[in-house]
Structures are given as structure tokens and as C-alpha cells.
């Protein structure tokens, strides 16, 4: 069993950056593959970044590739997203969640346990 506690979240200016925390409990936090997801108002939740147990594989959406970073120290059971260059079209509810299998996981059916998920709200 995992727990996953998203922070960070927040108001921002088109152009700001934040960085999403994602705190894990458990022991076995280095078994779990880790995704990020968001939904925004009327949308599907969708998949936006990937990375695997060790951290040295990460997938991105295409809509965030190249300003969002995802990133994991397993010594501290977190993970993080960091955003830069915020657009409004970002603004969402983030969520994290884990994943036992190994490899790219870009599916919500693919993960096991999730998040309550943390609010970004970009304003142009």
C-alpha cells in the first residue's frame, strides 16, 4: 500500500514556474514507477510526465516537453514536477500517482494508487 500526498500547488502568472511535491509513504516507494496527471474543468484527466524506479528514464506529453520536469529522490519517498514557462491552458488539478510495473506508463488503468491532487491555476 502507498500513499501519495501531493504540495505546491497554487496561483501563478503565464510565464511562472512551480514545483509540485509528491511525499509517498512506505517502504517500498523504489518499487513504484511514478506519473503525473491533471484534469482541468471539463477535460479528461490526462497523462503528463513519467519516470521510472531508479529516475533514469522519463516520458513526457508532448504539451509539456521542453517545460516541465519530472524528478524523484527515493532517499526522501518524493517526487517533483517541475514547471516553467506556465501557460493558462496548464491550469489544472495535479495528481501523482504509482505505478508497481515497470516501463512507460502513460494510462490512468496502468497505475495503482493516486493522489488527491494539488490545484495550479495559471493566470494570463
Known amino acids: 500500500q502507498v500513499q501519495l500526498v501531493e504540495s505546491g500547488g497554487g496561483l501563478v502568472q503565464a510565464g511562472g514556474s512551480l514545483r509540485l511535491s509528491c511525499a509517498a509513504s512506505?517502504?517500498?516507494?523504489?518499487?513504484?514507477?511514478m506519473g503525473w496527471f491533471r484534469q482541468a474543468p471539463g477535460k479528461e484527466r490526462e497523462f503528463v510526465a513519467h519516470?521510472?524506479?531508479?529516475?533514469?528514464?522519463?516520458y513526457y506529453a508532448d504539451s509539456v516537453k521542453g517545460r516541465f520536469t519530472i524528478s524523484r529522490d527515493n532517499a526522501k519517498n518524493t517526487v517533483y514536477l517541475q514547471m516553467n514557462s506556465l501557460k493558462p491552458e496548464d491550469t489544472a488539478v495535479y495528481y501523482c500517482?504509482?505505478?508497481?510495473?515497470?516501463?512507460?506508463?502513460?494510462?490512468?488503468?496502468?497505475?495503482?494508487?493516486w493522489g488527491q491532487g494539488t490545484q495550479v491555476t495559471v493566470s494570463s
Open positions: 512506505g517502504r517500498t516507494f523504489t518499487s513504484y514507477t
Open positions: 500517482a504509482a505505478c508497481r510495473a515497470n516501463g512507460i506508463r502513460r494510462h490512468e488503468y496502468e497505475y495503482d494508487y
Open positions: 519516470i521510472s524506479w531508479s529516475g533514469s528514464s522519463t
